[in-house]
Every structure is written in C-alpha cells, then in structure tokens.
C-alpha cells in the first residue's frame, strides 16, 4: 500500500497588526466552519459563510468538510502548511481574501508537491498558484506536460 501526500509551505510578512488579527479571525472562523461541515447545524454552518464572504462560499460550493493545513500567526508572519494533505484552492481563496482587504495591488504565490511513499509512476507532480486581489491562476505540472506532449514541435 503506498500514501500519496500533497505537501506545501507558504509565509507571507502582516504589516500592522489589524492584518494580523484578520487572519487570526478569519482562519479561527474558517476552522470553525469547516469543523461544523462535518456534523454542525445547517443553519450555523450557514451563518458562519456569510460571515467569511467569498472565502465562506468556497467552502460551501466545494463541500469542503475538514480543514486539512495548518497555520500559525505571529507579529510580523503569516505561515500556512500542510504536511500530508493540502488544499491549495482554499489557501489561494484565502490569500485572495488577504489581498483584496489589505493589499489590492499586491500579490502572493506559492507552490506544492505531489508525493508517493512509493516510487510509483504517475504518482508525483506539483503544481503552483499566483493570487492576486482580482484572481487566481494555477498550474499543476501534469497538465504542462500533457500540454507540450500534444504541442507541434
């Protein structure tokens, strides 16, 4: 039996403290939320994405039920990572969130890993997010081989 692994790791500098406490708040909310998917009351999961915004409905459209990174906030960083198992749509939602509150015409990106216990072919790759306040672009590295596989030479 082999365990496959989506791995990242992401920090980003909090300029003032209100940043700081937004994600504080916004990531207690969004484990909150996410805690309730598995076996909360409708009406409270419901509050607690309206309360989150944008970041609230991508939990509720994508049926997400778990939050399955890490984070940690201190004076002057914000760190998120996922040893096992990450989602990098939520992460993006998140600093796309971040973005748009606090810095409209910055930016943020990270990257991730696919692994395998095993040394399996198919079973590793990557992929990459950028994330602005108007959007988010993603790439994983399947698809860009596929791409130049079926490109004319």
């Known amino acids: ?88 749509e939520l992460v993006a939602a998140f600093l796309q969130q971040y973005l748009e509150r606090f810095q409209p015409t910055g930016s943020l990106s990270f990257s991730w890993a696919f692994t395998c216990s095993k040394m399996r072919p198919g079973e590793f790759g990557g992929g990459a997010a950028f994330v602005t306040a108007k959007g988010i672009k993603f790439i994983d590295t399947a698809s860009w081989a596929e791409e130049q596989a079926s490109a004319p030479s």
Request: proline letters at 3%.
């Open 1 to 88: 039996m082999a365990n496959n692994y989506l791995q990242f790791a992401l920090s980003f500098p909090l300029k003032t403290r209100a940043e700081q406490q937004w994600c504080e708040k916004t990531m207690t909310a969004l484990t909150d939320l996410l805690e309730c998917s598995a076996d909360g009351d409708p009406d409270e999961k419901t509050q607690l994405a309206k309360e989150l915004g944008d970041l609230g409905h991508v939990v509720m459209s994508e049926g997400y039920d778990f939050i399955d990174f890490e984070w940690f906030c201190s004076a002057t960083e914000m760190h998120i990572y996922a040893e096992e198992s990450g989602n990098p």
